[in-house]
Structure formats: C-alpha cells, structure tokens
C-alpha cells in the first residue's frame, strides 16, 4: 500500500527553525510532483510548497524565502526546511503526492501523509 510518513515536528520557539521530512513507499516516487500542505484550527488546508519531478519550487507568499521544499529521489523523500519560522506557522503539516502543472500550478492527489504537528511559541 502507499504510505507517506512525515516526521520532524515539535515545539520551537519564534525564530527557530524545523527540518520535515516525508518518507514515501508504495508507489514510484519519480513520477509524482510533491507538495506540503498545512492546517491551522479554524482554517481551511492551505498549500504552503510543491516540487515538481524536475524540482521546480512554488511557494505560498506568507513562506517564501523561509521555507525551501526539496526532494531526494533516491530516498523516496521530500524535505521541507522551515527558518525564521513564527506563531502563524503553527498547523498541522501533511506532505501529498500530485500533479504539477505548467510551471506553477499544484494539484494535489489521493495520497496524504498522517501530518506532523509544528508548534511556534514562546
């Protein structure tokens, strides 16, 4: 079965920063554009980064130049480098594996990680 498991979530204080990974098996991993999502109580789930399978990067606005997303095809991962981070990065993060279209459109597919919880506070 497919299964993608993140880890790396914790408790850091403003300003600190986290490493997410997601581990993927079950499925070939090559062909799938990648993306992280996140949700906040009493919000919507909302796409924070996505790579494609040629390892073009998108970025929400309230992340970018703070966060990078990568992937390392080889150990069927994907990474999300979270710096400068703030109370309003607080969410529950999922990693999903989809579609990327064009250069900057991300579709998110049926395959979702169980979420890793991040906690900014001080």
């Known amino acids: 079965q497919v299964q993608l498991v993140e880890s790396g979530g914790g408790l850091v204080q403003p300003g600190g920063s986290l490493r997410l990974s997601c581990a993927a098996s079950g499925l070939i991993f090559a062909i799938y554009a990648m993306g992280w999502y996140r949700q906040a109580p009493g919000k919507q789930r909302e796409l924070v980064a996505a790579i494609s399978t040629d390892g073009v990067t998108n970025y929400a606005d309230s992340v970018k130049g703070r966060f990078t997303i990568s992937r390392d095809n080889a150990k069927n991962t994907v990474y999300l480098q979270m710096n400068s981070l703030n109370p309003e990065d607080t969410a529950v993060y999922y990693c999903?594996?989809?579609?990327?279209?064009?250069?900057?459109?991300?579709?998110?597919?049926?395959?979702w990680g169980q979420g890793t919880q991040v906690t900014v506070s001080s």
């Open positions: 999903n594996a989809g579609t990327q279209y064009g250069s900057s459109s991300y579709r998110a597919g049926d395959y």
